[in-house]
């Protein structure tokens, strides 16, 4: 049996595979590119880089399926939730990470694991021989030449969307006396406060401009090729979400409702949101203002909304491109390509949305290939629990021929057999996923 268990990529996906393995005993290298390749997004070499949002969304493992998620993972020993949780910040009923702190400490983890090793190299090929295991996790952002490697081998039409990232803003050069700190309805959650958001005011007209300037500002200009790729909809521009209709945005993100504005009495026609993007809280970023405008012109019009007149950019949004495999055609139920089952495919290249997602994906081929390095026998955990419910619907219970990036929700869940009240049916699918997850771990030996 081979030796070492090889994982391309150390993003998210890869990173929490190279630890769940190790942790069990496996020799691991992770083959990473950066800092030898760079990529359009990324500005480290570090590990589990947040390239967008510093948001792992609803820390509420009762009644959401993504707090879920977090509970599942927690109770899995999982790094990227160890770490998120080390370098949280205040969000609300979110759970959000000083991004920096975050990747710092998933690196430095992983570095001095004494069963993983660095390699600093691309990986322009899929490996041919059957001699070691591979675990194929590029993210969003795969190289061109690993990207066409992986089309030959899968004989499939390589999916792909678009992807925006949203501004960051000195938090100093916000003028306070037009924005004020709240959560929405006051809600606090992990090391919140119940204001933890800075909020920015507009009054109907003030919208009404800041539309018009959307829709008339410059954007970026895709290539030929790129044109008919379309967007992932958990994801859209703000710009594309103005164009589908004036009033998308203010039921959007910029929903006003559960927020007061104590410098006027009028309740705002709409409210920009800025969450706390590092530990220091020095830095802020706009909460769903993922954008493709230019540079120039995203300064311009974001300096239009009240308490941003002044503002500094740490950086500016962008967009890049997405690129995924048709999982539920070319994976099997272990997460292994079935053309070539000594590769698994791992985060967002196999079609899970989202960090947490992507981390989960990796966490479980992390699991299956250790165990099958150790000559084990380890079954994906049941389709009742998030973990369980991802996996079995990017290997099989999505329809391969309409398949599209999905986070967990609960309609992936198999339904409930007991009869509830709908809004007690949160709370049913949390206890039922938790108590299985239980037996789970303790009939595969995984408790940690």
Same mark, same amino acid.
């Given at each position: 049996m081979p030796e070492t268990l090889h994982i391309i990529g150390s993003g998210l996906a890869g990173s929490e595979a190279a630890w769940q393995a190790a942790q069990r005993g496996v020799n691991v290298t992770i083959h990473e590119m950066r800092p030898i390749v760079k990529t359009d997004a990324h500005h480290t070499d570090h590990c589990a880089e947040l390239v967008c949002s510093n948001s792992f969304r609803s820390d509420d493992a009762e009644r959401s399926a993504i707090g879920l998620l977090h509970e599942e993972m927690r109770r899995c020993d999982s790094l990227i939730m160890r770490c998120a949780e080390a370098h949280k910040v205040p969000a609300g009923g979110a759970l959000a990470v000083d991004r920096d702190g975050?990747? /710092?400490?998933v690196t430095a983890m992983l570095e001095a694991h004494p069963n993983i090793t660095f390699q600093r190299e691309e990986i322009k090929t899929l490996p041919k021989s059957s001699d070691d295991l591979w675990i194929v996790a590029t993210g969003p952002l795969t190289s061109a030449a690993l990207a066409d490697s992986i089309l030959n081998e899968s004989g499939e039409e390589y999916l792909a969307f678009f992807d925006a990232i949203a501004p960051i803003i000195h938090t100093e050069s916000i003028d306070m006396t037009k924005a004020w700190f709240q959560s929405r309805y006051d809600k606090a959650g992990p090391a919140g406060t119940g204001a933890d958001y800075i909020n920015c005011p507009m009054s109907e007209a003030q919208y009404q401009a800041f539309i018009d300037a959307l829709l008339e500002g410059g954007k970026t200009e895709f290539k030929e090729w790129e044109k008919n790729t +379309?967007?992932?909809?958990?994801?859209?521009p703000i710009e594309v979400m103005a164009e589908r209709g004036r009033e998308t945005l203010r039921f959007g993100p910029m929903k006003p409702v559960g927020l007061t504005n +104590?410098?006027?009495?009028e309740k705002p026609y709409a409210v920009v949101q800025l969450r706390q993007d590092n530990k220091l809280g020095t830095l802020y970023n706009m909460v769903g203002f993922q954008t493709k405008l230019k540079w120039g012109e995203q300064t311009r019009i974001f300096k239009t909304i009240p308490g941003l007149e002044n503002a500094e950019f740490a950086r500016l949004g962008g967009i890049h491109r997405n690129t995924f495999i048709n999982s539920p055609r070319l994976l099997d139920a272990q997460l292994r390509l079935k053309s070539a089952p000594h590769l698994r495919f791992a985060g967002q290249v196999t079609g899970v949305e989202g960090y947490v997602e992507s981390a989960a994906c990796g966490l479980m081929a992390g699991i299956f290939a250790s165990a099958e390095l150790q000559g084990e026998t380890i079954v994906t955990p049941p389709a009742t629990t998030a973990l369980g419910a991802l996996m079995a619907h990017i290997t099989g219970? /999505?329809? /391969? %021929?309409?398949?599209?990036?999905?986070?967990?929700?609960?309609?992936?869940?198999? +339904?409930?057999?007991?009869?509830? %009240? %709908?809004?007690d049916r949160p709370q049913g699918y949390t206890r039922r996923a938790l108590s299985d997850l239980d037996h789970w771990l303790h009939t595969q030996s995984l408790a940690a």
């Open positions: 975050f990747s /710092a400490a +379309p967007y992932f909809n958990g994801c859209l +104590p410098h006027a009495p219970g /999505a329809d /391969a %021929k309409t398949f599209q990036p999905m986070n967990v929700n609960f309609g992936l869940f198999p +339904p409930l057999t007991q009869r509830m %009240k %709908k809004a």
